[in-house]
């Protein structure tokens, strides 16, 4: 769960935001795509905006990062609207990161597998970014 701002540029004034409410299925915590919860973005430049809000079909953490994938659901960017999006986190209690698929792959011309998405390489703006990702624990037996 959480929410992100990144400030791209300030002189064009590139802005992106991120919010997430996304869990793994308590009556079977063992299949990520039995994930539920949803995401919303936004990537504004100067007064144009596009958003998205997305229905989350994937969710897989290890440690402090989590890569969540969803279908798009609303939009205002032409041919997205049910297509698979995905987005990962990384939680370290101060300066959170994030990644998404759009940085290897477009939704509008790629088929994005579910739980994917790209590291999470760009740095959260200060004082954003409120993350929490709790690890997922194996329920099955080993062997």
Do not use: Q
């Not at 063992?30 to 809000?53: C, L, M």
């Not at 999006?85 to 990161?97: A, E, N, T």
Request: aromatic content about 8%; proline content about 6%.
């Amino acid at each position: 769960t959480g929410a992100a701002r990144l400030d791209r540029d300030p002189a064009t004034g590139e802005r992106v935001r991120f919010s997430f409410d996304a869990h793994l299925a308590w009556a079977d915590r063992n299949d990520p795509r039995a994930a539920t919860g949803t995401f919303r973005y936004s990537h504004a430049v100067g007064k144009e905006e596009f958003t998205a809000f997305v229905r989350v079909d994937c969710l897989s953490t290890g440690g402090p990062v989590a890569t969540v994938t969803g279908i798009v659901e609303e939009t205002d960017v032409p041919g997205l609207r049910k297509k698979r999006v995905g987005v990962s986190v990384y939680d370290d209690g101060k300066r959170d990161r994030l990644g998404y698929s759009r940085l290897v792959s477009s939704p509008l011309t790629d088929e994005v597998p579910p739980c994917n998405a790209a590291a999470p390489h760009e740095k959260v703006v200060r004082g954003g970014g409120d993350f929490r990702v709790l690890p997922w624990v194996y329920d099955g037996m080993a062997g």
